[in-house]
Nanobody, 114 residues
Framework: QAQLVESGGGSVQTGGSLKLSCVASGFWSVINAMGWYRQAPGKQREMIAAVVSGGSPHYADAVKGRFTITADNDHNAVHLQMDNLKPDDSAVYYC????????WGQGTQVTVSS
């Protein structure tokens, strides 16, 4: 069964760093794109970083210069290095990988305190 397993969430203070990781298993299709979304309470899920296979990463304006996405195609993994975190970054973060359909991780909580 195909699944995405996330790790690395947690709680930090403003200005701190966290690294999220996501590993795919059970995939028989080619992974065409990888990325990270987040959803804060009362808000819609939003894309914050994504990369198409062989392409350049794209970032939401809110995280440009602070977050870095890294795709590890050899291991079907994607990572998100988050630096200079702010309270507005607090949300549940979801890993996403696109095959012939969208695949989602279970979500990991990130909490940034002021």
């Amino acid at each position: 069964q195909a699944q995405l397993v996330e790790s690395g969430g947690g709680s930090v203070q403003t200005g701190g760093s966290l690294k999220l990781s996501c590993v795919a298993s059970g995939f028989w299709s080619v992974i065409n794109a990888m990325g990270w979304y987040r959803q804060a309470p009362g808000k819609q899920r939003e894309m914050i970083a994504a990369v198409v296979s062989g392409g350049s990463p794209h970032y939401a304006d809110a995280v440009k210069g602070r977050f870095t996405i890294t795709a590890d195609n050899d291991h079907n993994a994607v990572h998100l290095q988050m630096d200079n975190l702010k309270p507005d970054d607090s949300a549940v973060y979801y890993c996403w990988m696109a095959t012939w359909r969208d695949n989602w991780g279970q979500g990991t909580q990130v909490t940034v305190s002021s």
